[in-house]
């Protein structure tokens, strides 16, 4: 019941937008609230379900992106051939000494080990750097102005989305294999450290996709609006319901947008709510319950831990993918921690963690707060400073300040949320 | 000549930042181990404290500078930093009482704690900007220089210059003075022993009957004062933009985490494992290598480990190896 109500909320404020606004910035507010739902799902996976504490959703939703530029972008032969075998090469080298570093760790006894992987990992990483540099020089200087990266595979942007998934959880992997036997707030600074070396990569690397350069351009996968716009069919059609064919191609896109996302946001939905009431879910709130009970019973709690980490970053990458793909353009200097990280723990907290149709609510509801606590903060402050002189110093710092509002608001909903309703909007049954 | 020529580099690009980064950094670390010790949570808000109270300096330096008033060859946010410290104070009083009293009365678990401090910090984040707004402030006044590159060349006859900026001796000197005040107070006065004890058992501290509310107004008035004065040391030696210190929040915690969360000891110490990591692995080595090696080795590239960018790689990994090897820290702090 109060699910229901509370989405029909939301669906009343999105509806709202679009009679009040305009309908274009109703479905930018839909398109990015399903988004944000899928990235509130993941978070909601690992903290909700096991009560891991993530704060490096950044970095995922940035790997999501990274995959559809990887995956989608048509490949630059130019550059594969200035450098692109040697460049695999090194990497190859690079996880080659890693992986010969675990081993030595293994093996050797125990006085020797700590001497030998250091040796290892120093000679490695020149090793490394030798291979590295020239290669990454050599297919940056290719046309720098428009490529200066090895492009992608040219395949269908749609496939980039599980891509993301794909690429986030084995980063996940990587990080969930030495950081998950840490205790909660160790983890914590763990993943925030991660996600920012994640976005000095995508900001560094320029030979992977060009860095601060951006990538711009991607593949959709729906129409452009020109193309509505030159097409006679579309035309009448939009002629026929009474909009000008600028504004219907505008709105078709966005829908079509929304309709894709909103397709995977119910799959994944569907499959994390099957996921919660089986078995897994009752071991995995089990262990958040009580780790040492689960540890009794036989549990493997790491193990359980590693899979969920990897599940919930894996659903923030696609949620990345879509995002990007949405945007068409890779931007990483456009990632930060407070819009891509802390946002989506209001998001689930005040949801409800716990709950996969709290964490949903959670993400269209803060969303929409988000973006329109701007307009509203700017009328009140219209209001506010109504009585001061015009260019008086104040009433000018006033209103430039507006913008700051949301971190303000954003904040004071968390705090209020977690003081009165500690298990969120719709607690967990 | 070249040994020495190499020194003065080597000092001059990476031991005197690295020194002053460090104290920046052990200032700030201790903040986060005295929560972390007594009131028994991580503060993600710590980084949007250290930035509140540089505001608060800047603001009232400004007020000095159009009142006339200067330290002269120092700087003036020296004589401003009680403001500063009095306005962090406050509001982490404030925040205090109308937020964490709540969860500590309840026993809260920590990890409770750090979700409401990302509120908190999500609200001073936006509080700063507001007042201030996101943009770089420079508020560094006074003399700059204790000694300059070309004053080191004619004085000493070395091709190698040594640039010591003031910001850089006061950063030391401050943070000497501050950890060693510091220091005093929780071992010398009744206050900073019923600190201790409260941080080590609780339960004891109470039934011999410590205040707790005395404690822990006590403790936050030192940690407003400690992320104060960190702050306004690196915006001088630096510059100020609130997203910055927002970022500082990862050196500072690794380095608290490094030396072990809530021993004030190894939040130094963690500070400057931190901070000379950070310089020396992404300082470019050509120059010294170049006077230390002969001629036929001298190096062709920039002898660079890796991009200035890549910083938190460095104290995440430090971060890294230490828990996985000595999970409390190198001086053996707590764990809850």
């Known amino acids: 019941m109060r699910t229901l109500a509370l989405f029909a909320l939301v669906a009343a404020l999105i509806l709202g937008t679009g009679l009040l606004q305009s309908w274009n910035s109703a479905l930018l507010i839909l398109n990015m609230g399903l988004v944000s739902a899928v990235m509130a799902l993941g978070v909601n996976l690992q903290w909700g379900l096991a009560g891991l504490f993530n704060v490096g959703v950044m970095g995922f939703v940035a790997l999501g992106g990274l ?54 990992l120093v000679a490695g990483f020149f090793v490394y750097r030798a291979l ?53 707030d160790y983890l914590a600074i763990a993943t925030l450290g991660i996600a920012e070396i994640i976005i000095a990569v995508l900001k560094n690397e320029d030979w992977l996709a060009r860095g601060v350069k951006n990538v711009t351009g991607l593949p959709r996968p729906v129409p452009y609006e020109i193309d509505l716009q030159q097409d006679p069919g579309f035309v009448a059609r939009a002629a026929d319901l009474g909009i000008d064919p600028t504004t219907a191609s505008t709105l078709t896109v966005k829908l079509g947008y929304g309709l894709l996302f909103a397709a995977v946001l119910v799959l994944l939905l569907v499959l994390a709510q099957l996921a919660l009431n089986s078995p897994w879910g009752r071991m995995m709130r089990a ?67 716990g709950n996969n149709f709290g964490a949903v609510l959670g993400g269209f509801l803060i969303w929409f707060l988000w973006v329109q606590v701007e307009p509203i903060g700017q009328a009140l402050m219209a209001v506010l400073t109504a009585g001061m002189a015009d260019g008086s110093w104040l009433k000018a710092h006033l209103l430039d300040s507006v913008q700051h509002m949301r971190l303000l608001t954003m904040g004071v909903i968390l705090l209020l949320v977690l003081r009165f309703a500690p298990r969120g909007l719709l607690p967990e049954r | 000549m070249d040994v020495l020529n190499a020194l003065v580099a080597l000092a001059n690009f990476v031991l005197i930042p690295a020194v002053a980064y460090g104290s920046q950094l052990a200032l700030g670390a201790l903040g986060v181990t005295l929560v972390y010790g007594i009131l028994r949570f991580s503060n993600f808000a710590h980084g949007d404290t250290m930035a509140w ?24 946010a020296l004589l401003a930093l009680p403001a500063g410290i009095l306005g962090a104070a406050l509001l982490v009083l404030a925040t205090d009482r109308m937020v964490y009293r709540f969860y500590r009365a309840q026993k809260a678990k920590p990890v409770i704690l750090v979700i409401v401090s990302m509120g908190v910090m999500f609200i001073y984040n936006g509080l700063t900007r507001f007042v201030i707004g996101p943009d770089d402030q420079n508020f560094a006044d006074g003399e700059r220089f204790v000694i300059n590159a070309r004053d080191f060349r004619e004085m000493t006859g070395l091709a190698e210059g040594l640039a010591l900026r003031s910001t850089q001796v006061l950063t030391v000197v401050t943070a000497v003075l501050v950890v060693a005040l510091l220091f005093w107070f929780l071992t010398h006065t009744r206050t900073g022993k019923s600190m201790r004890a409260y941080a080590d058992n609780e339960d004891l501290a109470l039934l011999s009957g410590i205040n707790p509310e005395r404690v822990v107004l006590v403790t936050w008035i030192i940690v407003a004062a400690l992320a104060t004065v960190a702050g306004v040391l690196y915006g001088l030696d630096k510059s100020f933009k609130p997203f910055t210190y927002f970022q500082l929040l990862l050196p500072v915690f690794a380095a608290a985490i490094v030396g072990g969360l809530g021993s004030p000891l190894g939040a130094i110490a963690g500070g400057f494992v931190i901070a000379f990591s950070e310089v020396g692995l992404t300082y470019a080595w050509k120059k010294v290598a170049t006077y230390l ?24 990994v430090i971060l890294v190896i230490v828990l996985l090897f000595r999970p409390t820290g190198l001086f053996r702090g707590k764990s809850v």
């Not at chain 1, 972008?73 to 695999?88: F, S």
């Not at chain 1, 599940?311 to 353009?329: E, F, K, P, V, Y």
Request: aromatic fraction near 8%; include cysteine.
């Open chain 1, 132 to 184: 590295f540099d020239p290669a990454a020089t050599a297919v940056e200087a290719v046309n720098p102005a428009a490529t200066g990266y090895l492009g992608g595979l040219g395949l269908p942007v749609l496939l980039a989305w599980p891509v993301g998934g794909l690429l986030a959880a084995a980063v996940a992997w990587a990080i969930g294999k030495t950081a998950l036997g840490l205790r909660s």
């Open chain 2, 53 to 76: 109270g540089t505001m608060c300096t800047i603001l009232a330096t400004w007020g000095l500078q159009a009142a006339g008033i200067t330290l002269g060859p120092l700087p003036t």
């Open chain 1, 67 to 120: 995959a559809v530029v990887l995956t989608s972008t048509a490949p630059v032969p130019e550059a594969w051939a200035a450098g692109g075998p040697r460049l695999l090469a090194a990497l190859g080298c690079g996880v080659a000494v890693i992986a010969g570093a675990v081993l030595v760790w293994r093996r050797l006894p125990k006085r020797l080990r700590g001497w030998g992987v250091a040796a290892l």
């Open chain 1, 287 to 353: 262990i958040r319950d009580n780790e040492t009970a689960a540890r009794a019973m036989g549990k493997d709690v790491t193990a359980r831990h590693l899979q969920i980490f990897i599940l919930g970053s894996a659903l923030c990458g696609i949620a990345g993918a879509m995002m990007t793909t949405l945007d068409g353009q890779l931007t990483p200097g456009t990632y930060q921690p407070l819009r891509y990280t802390f946002l989506i723990w209001v998001m689930v907290i005040v949801g409800g963690s």
């Open chain 2, 293 to 316: 090696l002969p001629e036929s080795l001298a190096p062709e590239g920039l002898l660079q480990l890796m991009g200035t960018d890549y910083k938190f790689a460095v104290s995440f």
